[in-house]
């Protein structure tokens, strides 16, 4: 059964860092996502990508953050300068999405992002 | 108006018992339902999806039970199992790119 993959499955990094998680969403999907969940918390919308560009973005997603579709099957989420408070888990989803088809979105296991 | 309201925080419920938990919406353009099962340091999985225009949806021991005119919908699971045991999350499409706003999740513990 396809399935969205990420990596790395934990990052490290110092305050300031840059970071980049990668996803390899699913084959056949258009839509894809980014989310985060701080500990213990629910999950939040980060920012949605269709047709090479940002449909939609949060709040959360300020200036420090990119997301770019590097080639025909990786997605990545770029943290330009973290901050203690960007520690969370950070998932990716794709969807199928659009007429005629489902909303589904299918999350990937995620990222722990620890920032230090 | 953005928000998806999910009770309770927790549940115990024994072996073979039935697991009820609740969710509910302000916004009456949301129109998808999906509910997420979570296990400690995985990603949401995707369980079982409602549409406005259905009251329920059975997927084996999984049901959602929607009610539109209440704002109100929610997950029932049935012959509840140890394995069952996992934090769930409701959800509604947020966006009109779909993006997923969820609600706080309801950690279930299912007892032998």
């Known amino acids: 059964e396809p399935e969205v993959t990420q990596t790395p499955s934990h990052q490290v990094t110092q305050m300031g860092q840059e970071v980049i998680l990668r996803c390899v969403p699913i084959?056949?999907?258009?839509?894809f996502y980014w989310y985060r969940q701080i500990l213990g918390q629910k999950v939040e919308f980060l920012v949605s990508?269709?047709?090479?560009?940002?449909?939609?973005k949060s709040e959360i997603f300020d200036d420090q953050f990119s997301v770019e579709r590097p080639d025909g099957s990786n997605f990545t989420l770029k943290i330009r300068s973290t901050k203690l408070e960007d520690s969370a888990m950070y998932f990716c989803?794709?969807?199928?999405f659009g007429e005629g088809v489902g909303y589904e979105q299918y999350f990937g296991p995620g990222t722990r992002l620890t920032v230090t | 108006q953005q928000q998806v309201k999910q009770s309770p925080q927790s549940l115990i419920v024994q072996k073979g018992g039935i697991s009820i938990i609740n969710c509910a919406y302000e916004?009456?353009?949301?129109?998808?339902f999906p509910w997420y099962q979570q296990f400690p340091g995985k990603g949401p999985a995707l369980l079982i999806a409602?549409?406005?225009?259905?009251s329920e949806k059975k997927e084996g021991r999984f049901t959602i039970s929607f009610n539109k005119s209440a704002k109100q919908f929610s997950l029932h699971i049935m012959d509840s199992q140890p394995g069952d045991s996992a934090t769930y999350f409701c959800?509604?499409?947020?966006?009109?790119?779909?993006?997923?706003?969820f609600g706080k999740g309801t950690k279930l513990s299912v007892k032998p």
């Open positions: 989803a794709s969807s199928p």
């Open positions: 084959s056949n999907h258009l839509y």
């Open positions: 990508f269709y047709n090479n560009e940002i449909s939609e």
């Open positions: 916004n009456t353009a949301f129109d998808y």
């Open positions: 409602i549409r406005p225009d259905v």
């Open positions: 959800a509604a499409n947020g966006g009109s790119q779909g993006n997923l706003i």
